[in-house]
């Protein structure tokens, strides 16, 4: 139902309660008013009569009857009145308008009654006479204290209501003009208690759209001016508290944004709520595509499923391993907490989840490192104690058996000594790189490849190989001399160990834009390129029996791979079956090389 506005409701009520009050008012003045007049219509024909009344009784004490029809035409002509003059016998003697002999007997009117009981009379009625409705006002005529005749003076009616009728229509002029007053001063009246209300109702609807700056203007009337005084301190209120929620929300969002955990919230129906940025890249979407949509549309993953609804059937906080398998595996530990409003009713649930995949990963890398390491412990050693055995058993007394497993027993041991040796140089690398504290020096590249070259001089001359080198003298770059002579002799020494005898080994360094390269190339057998990726693990192994066989640990390139990561560079091989290989330090240098 359209509501009515106040003034509409305001102003037709007065203008009823006007109309009525002026109705009421002018229908009792108006009988008021007849009434007077017509008692002083009453009064003037009875004054009039008294003043006739001797004239008339000295006539009948005379017997002069035709006189008194003459004097009562006469008198009531100049008096614009009729006269009429009634015997005590009711025979009418005088009449301004008729002649009395055609009368009737007036005995029975009451006004003559009256008059003959001595009373003054009065009576308004219609006179069959006449024809129409009179007023009559009779007095006694006495003579010698006894009533010798009724004196009457009447007036028709349709006089008196004319006179009336004047003063009506004065008084309906006067009512029209009080009421167009009241109209109009009642509209304005109206107005002004309505118009206040109508700025407040604005002004709540400014409030209601946002607007809390917005003040309202305090009116004079104190019910008004306290309500928009009341509104005014409502609105701000409003806006502090408001201002507060959104800094705790900025707040909130920034945590949760920051955090490195995923989060995401549901309610009780499992429909998203809200989801912080790691949650989104977790699962590639967007909250704000997938807000309001079940969790089952958003997230396709039973585990996870599963979860949402234990977190929401149950009480206290629950935990969970999750596995996200999508293009590569995640390992994530959930949390699932339900989330309560402040009068404690279950209202969603909150879901954190902790991607712990690098965690797994890295202890996975550490359980296979010490498996590796201790396999490749035992190894030697499971010959050694064997071999040992063996020679407590008796073959100590077998010079040649005896000099033959002590020489086994020696290679294991120079074995046992490489891997050691080859675990503690990769644990103090790594330490130096956590610390951050490689020293850098400025120094000759060719200086380097030398050294390296001559620690490796005996091993290639034992198989004949020949070592080349090519290097710009002048190349210098900065670098930590000790861990770069360290990898080529891993490489120089991988190099010869893979070749044929009477090949050669190439070792290079050239600087191309802000990178220096050091390669060692060999013509020996080459890798597969599926074996490219995993060359660099730790304990990899082509040939796991051919290593072993040539005193390898399988761990050169891993520390080859450490130590150009500590110069902020890497390594790369360039092999196939056949081809030879090629193995590339790349390392950034800051400043371009200086030549002296
Ligand atoms: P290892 O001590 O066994 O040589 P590395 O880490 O130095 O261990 O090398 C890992 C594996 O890579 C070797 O076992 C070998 O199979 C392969 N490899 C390394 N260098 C060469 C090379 N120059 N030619 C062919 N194979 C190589």
Redesign the pocket.
Known sequence: MRKKRLLWQLYPSYIVIVLLSILSVTWYASIALREFYLDQVAADLEARSILIEPSVSKLINDHELKKIDSLAKELGAAASMRITVILPDGRVTGDTENDPAQMDNHSDRPEVIDALAGRTGTSIRFSYTLNQQMMYVTIPVESGGSIVGVLRSSLPLTFIYKALNVIYIKIVFGCIVAIILVAVISLIISKRISSPLVELKRGAELFAKGDLKHKLRVFASYEIGALANAMNQMAAELDERISTIELQRNEQNAVLSSMVESVFAVDMAGNLVSMNQAAERLFSINIKDVRGRNIQEAVRNSDLLNFVVRTLESHDPIEDDITLKEDDERFLIVHGTILRNSSRKSIGALVVLNDVTRIRRLENIRRDFVANVSHEIKTPLTSIKAYVETLLDGAMNRPDDATRFLEIIARQADRLNAITEDLLTLARIEQSGKEHEILMRDVKVTDIMQAAGQTCKMKAAEKNIQLIFDCDESLHASLNPQLIEQALV??VE??I???EPKSAVNISANIAGHRLTIAVR?E????AKE?HGR??ERF?????A??RK?G???????IVKHISKLHGGDVSVD?APGKG?A?LINLPIDQPPIFH
């Open positions: 891993n490489l991988n190099a160990k893979y070749s060999d020996g057998g080459g890798i074996h060359l660099f990899y192994r082509v040939d796991k051919r290593s040539l390898g640990t399988g761990l050169g390139l891993a092999s290989s193995f």
